[in-house]
Nanobody, 121 residues
Framework: QVQLVESGGGLVQPGGSLRLSCIAS????????MAWYRQSPGKERELVAT???????NCSESLKGRFTISRDKANNTVYLQMNNLKPEDAAVYFC???????????????WGQGTQVTVSS
């Protein structure tokens, strides 16, 4: 089992920055792709950014230039740097990861509980 714990959310003024962190812990063989999603009230959960174990990143087109995903593979941690935040960025941000129990088992997906980001003056 893998536990994903997010932190770093909070209240920020428009134009401000936040850095989210997500630490994976538990019993696993490897953590593969890690990603951030977000969900606003009344909207579907949407992909924000992904990062493979090898370091390849992908970010939602609408967020490129403001959001950056990074990863500390040794510590099973993924980060989301969010700059120039806008009110429409307010959402619950979820960490997502694929992990396997062994080199021969299939990768399963895991979700964190989410961290709230509020952008308001």
């Amino acid at each position: 089992q893998v536990q994903l714990v997010e932190s770093g959310g909070g209240l920020v003024q428009p134009g401000g920055s936040l850095r989210l962190s997500c630490i994976a812990s538990g019993s696993f063989y490897k953590i593969y792709d890690m990603a951030w999603y977000r969900q606003s009230p009344g909207k579907e959960r949407e992909l924000v950014a992904t990062m493979t174990r090898g370091g390849r990143t992908n970010c939602s087109e609408s967020l490129k230039g403001r959001f950056t995903i990074s990863r500390d593979k040794a510590n099973n941690t993924v980060y989301l740097q969010m700059n120039n935040l806008k009110p429409e960025d307010a959402a619950v941000y979820f960490c997502h990861a694929y992990s396997s129990h062994s080199a021969y088992s299939e990768a399963l997906e895991y979700w964190g509980q989410g961290t709230q980001v509020t952008v308001s003056s």
